[in-house]
Each structure stands twice: as structure tokens, then as C-alpha cells.
């Protein structure tokens, strides 16, 4: 028996493969919220508009979401090792391009290259746990932990990003991110095994009509929050995105080999967890986007003590987060689902209902603390429906339309909310202002919590999930095709 065959050794292997994969995935997730509590200094430094400051999320957000499925299928025909390595080489440099931003055009493109990286990257990190992890106890704990960094993610980049700014800049935030990258290509080469090629092509128009349909209904959105909703740009960049992620329907449904196999949407409860997830990040995106503003313009927090304010969510989180395979054995994927939306919920209506107080205390730490309990628990259930029961070969595509999920709910979200923002009327007062219109935001973020709740309540049943799918039988605990 050589060394590698070792129990131990297969186990350390096992351990640098999943650490080198959340650190990735968490690098990515951390740079969706890493600019948050920079948004005041980057605004004033470039020139930002209070409405274009949103496409500093949302042209990541849309590039990752828009080809994820390319990325996936990349994967799939190109190896996932490879595209894993080629993903995080594209993040990498485009970082290094985005800290060194002179205008918003330069930084809005390159935050577009950088999510072009995310979308090669964040469906190989999926698959290879599919690849390298067997379904059952060990699978659960490596996307346990996968969610875990979903989640911590988004409050790290928020704690980061404030301590940079305020300390160096706002462009450390993504210098960091070089050596980082550097060291996980180095790891991947070492410790990742590469997946076996399979034949097929690339589905480039269902990928560019999936991406520009996106690109045109957000912009329709937030052109209506620039300009009202009559404009003629508003409502042509809404209907041509509908009719472009039609045709994306179309040629999926005529492909030889979809960028979207339809076959995955065929189970109504997966279809349930994309959905649920959807709307619940269309809800939480608003929450850290308004949140970390509202703390520099009503509060007048400085970035860093800003980011240190995200502290009452992230300890929760990680708590909860790491909790998740010990309270799915006691009390069942359902009930903690149930449970972290339900927390979600109250402290985002309760954040939103005090905004006006401009009180941390009692309208800030207080829900922050509810939304980090909740948050852990929510990701993880999630992630396991979403992938339940998918034949390995789909294993990339079905990771795939699970981070389009992730992504698009964040950008559609933040583009409605945007609106719901600047629909307020203007007073001599600032920061009432920006505290009255960040309640009415928090409470519509609200409902879409309340629609992720009412969606799993209806449709997501654990064990229903767990029984064998047609065609496939289990023989000797493992499923076969």
C-alpha cells in the first residue's frame, strides 16, 4: 500500500481538496460585499451616481450569474480542475484591474471581467465536492461547510472591506486578492484531481441570450430608478430582456446539448429550492447593500467601524452555520429551514420598522443578531435540495443553476430595491432621508423573505427528496444509473 492509499492520507487529501475549494468559493462570495462599506469612498473618488452605484454589484453579479452555465459546461467537457484554475486566474487579475480603477467605466468593466471569472470558478467548486465526496454523512458536511462560506462570506467581505478603507483603501480589498489567488492555483495543481473529459459543444447563444437578457431587464430597472418608469429606455431595456431570456428558453428546449438540460427542472421540489433561494437573496441583498450605507449616512459610522457593526451577524452565523449537520441530524433539513427564513424575516422587518430611530442598539444590533442566527440555517437545507438526487454528469449543471440562483435573485433584488429608494421624495435633511427610505427598502426586502418562507412551507419536503429518482436504483448504499 503506498502512502497516498493511506487512510490518513486519503482523509488529508480529502481536507486540502474541500479547504481549497471554500477558500475559493469564499473569495468570491467575500468580493460581492467587500465594497459595501467602501461604496461612500468609492463614490466620492470616482464619481459615481447614487443609482449607477449599483452596477458596481451588479456587473459582477450579472456576469456571474449570466455565464454560470456556460461555466458549468466547461466543466463538464473541459475538465474541472482545469476550469477551477483558468476561473480563478480570470478573478485574480481583473482584481488586480479593479484596484487600479481611475473611472467608474474602468471599474464597472472590470467588476464585469471579474464575474466572468466567478462564473468559470463557482460551478467547478460545486462539482468537484459532487466528484470528490460521496452522497450521504460526508457529502452533507462538505456543503454544510460549502453554504458556511456562501454565508460568513458576504459578512467577512463586509468587516474587511470597512477595516481597508478606512486603514489603507478601498482598492486593498481587491489587491489582496492576488497573492490569494496565487497560492489556490498553486494548491489546485497539488491536491485537485482533474475530472475526465466528455464530448460535446458549447451553447454560446443560449449563453449570450441567457447574460444579455439579464443585462437588459436590470438595466431597464435601475434606469427606472435614474429616470421614472415611463422612460422609453426603461421599458425597452425590461421588454427586450424578456423577450431575450425567452429565446434562451427556446434554444434551450432545442439544443442538442443545452447549456440548461430542462431535465433538472422536472423535479418540482429542486425547482422549490431554486426559487426559495431566488427570493431570498433578492431579500438579503438589499439588506447588506442599504444597511452598510445606512450606518455611514444616518449613524455617521466611519468604513471601519461600519464593517466592525456587521460583527452581531457574522459570530451568529458562523455558529449556526457550523451547527447545521448536528441540528439536521436532531430536528431534519426542514425544520431548521423553516427556522433560519423565520429569523430572517423578523430581523429584517424589525430593522426596517426602526430605521428611523437611527438607533444601533435597538434598530440595528438587535435584527443584525436575528439575521446572522437565521442565515446559517437557511444556505445549507437549501444547497442540499437544490442538488438532491442529480446524476453525476449533471452534477456541473445542476451547481450551475443553483449559483444562478444565488446571483441573479441578488442582482434583480437589488435593482427592484434601487427603485424602491429612490422613489421617495427628497428633504432638507439627508440623513432622515436615507434613514425613511431605507425602512420602506428593509420592508420590501421583507416581503421577498416572506415569499422564500411560503414557498418551502408549501413545496420543500426533505424526505421526498431523499428517495431514489426514476431510474435509478441503489445497490450496496450507493445510487447507480
Do not use: K
Not at 452522497?135 to 481597508?164: D, F, K, S, W
Request: glycine residues 12%; positive net charge; aromatic residues 8%.
Amino acid at each position: 500500500m503506498t502512502p497516498l492509499s493511506t487512510p490518513s492520507a486519503r482523509a488529508l487529501n480529502r481536507s486540502m481538496v474541500l479547504s481549497i475549494i471554500m477558500v475559493s468559493y469564499l473569495m468570491l462570495v467575500i468580493d460581492i460585499s467587500i465594497v459595501l462599506t467602501g461604496l461612500p469612498r468609492i463614490q466620492r473618488a470616482l464619481g459615481f451616481t447614487p443609482a449607477s452605484l449599483s452596477w458596481i454589484q451588479n456587473a459582477y453579479t450579472l456576469t456571474f450569474g449570466g455565464f454560470l452555465l456556460l461555466g458549468a459546461r466547461a466543466g463538464d467537457i473541459l475538465g474541472r480542475r482545469r476550469m477551477f484554475i483558468t476561473g480563478l486566474a480570470i478573478f485574480t487579475l481583473a482584481s488586480l484591474a479593479i484596484g487600479a480603477a481611475m473611472t467608474p467605466a474602468w471599474m464597472i468593466a472590470f467588476r464585469a471581467v471579474q464575474g466572468l471569472g466567478a462564473a468559470i470558478l463557482a460551478p467547478s467548486t460545486l462539482a468537484l465536492i459532487s466528484t470528490h465526496f460521496e452522497e450521504g454523512p460526508e457529502r452533507t458536511r462538505a456543503l454544510a461547510l460549502y453554504a458556511a462560506a456562501a454565508g460568513i462570506g458576504a459578512t467577512l467581505g463586509l468587516v474587511a472591506g470597512g477595516l481597508l478603507a478606512d486603514l489603507i483603501s478601498w482598492r486593498a480589498g481587491f489587491f489582496i486578492n492576488l497573492p490569494l489567488g496565487m497560492l489556490l492555483i498553486a494548491g489546485s495543481l497539488r491536491y485537485i484531481r482533474e475530472t475526465p473529459r466528455q464530448s460535446g459543444r458549447f451553447d454560446m447563444a443560449g449563453a449570450l441570450t441567457s447574460t444579455l437578457g439579464m443585462c437588459w431587464l436590470v438595466f431597464g430597472i435601475v434606469e427606472a430608478a435614474e429616470s421614472g418608469w415611463g422612460t422609453v429606455q426603461s421599458w425597452s431595456g425590461m421588454l427586450g430582456g424578456v423577450l431575450l431570456l425567452a429565446a434562451f428558453l427556446w434554444i434551450e428546449s432545442h439544443a442538442r446539448q443545452p447549456l440548461l438540460p430542462l431535465s433538472l427542472l422536472r423535479n418540482a421540489q429542486r425547482n422549490a429550492a431554486y426559487i426559495a433561494r431566488l427570493l431570498f437573496l433578492c431579500g438579503m441583498a438589499g439588506f447588506w447593500f442599504f444597511t452598510a450605507q445606512y450606518l455611514q449616512g444616518v449613524l455617521g459610522f466611519s468604513p471601519m467601524l461600519a464593517g466592525m457593526a456587521f460583527v452581531p451577524v457574522t459570530l451568529p452565523q458562523l455558529a449556526t452555520s457550523l451547527s447545521v449537520p448536528a441540528a439536521v441530524r436532531r430536528f431534519g433539513q426542514r425544520r431548521i429551514l423553516l427556522l433560519g427564513l423565520t429569523l430572517c424575516l423578523a430581523g429584517v422587518l424589525w430593522q426596517g420598522l426602526a430605521a428611523t430611530q437611527a438607533d444601533y442598539l435597538t434598530g440595528v444590533m438587535g435584527p443584525m443578531l436575528l439575521v446572522g442566527f437565521g442565515q446559517g440555517w437557511v444556505l445549507a437545507p437549501l444547497t442540499v435540495a437544490g442538488v438532491a438526487g442529480v446524476e453525476p454528469n449533471n452534477a456541473g449543471a445542476a451547481s450551475g443553476v443553483l449559483n444562478v440562483a444565488h446571483q441573479i435573485g441578488a442582482t434583480l433584488g437589488l435593482a427592484i430595491l434601487v427603485v424602491v429608494y429612490s422613489g421617495g421624495h427628497a428633504t432638507l435633511y439627508p440623513a432622515a432621508d436615507m434613514a425613511r427610505h431605507t425602512g420602506h427598502v428593509l420592508e420590501v426586502a421583507a416581503l421577498f423573505l416572506a415569499a422564500a418562507l411560503l414557498v418551502v412551507l408549501r413545496y420543500i419536503r426533505f424526505d421526498l427528496l431523499a428517495r431514489p429518482l426514476p431510474g435509478v436504483q441503489r445497490q450496496g448504499g450507493h445510487a447507480r444509473s
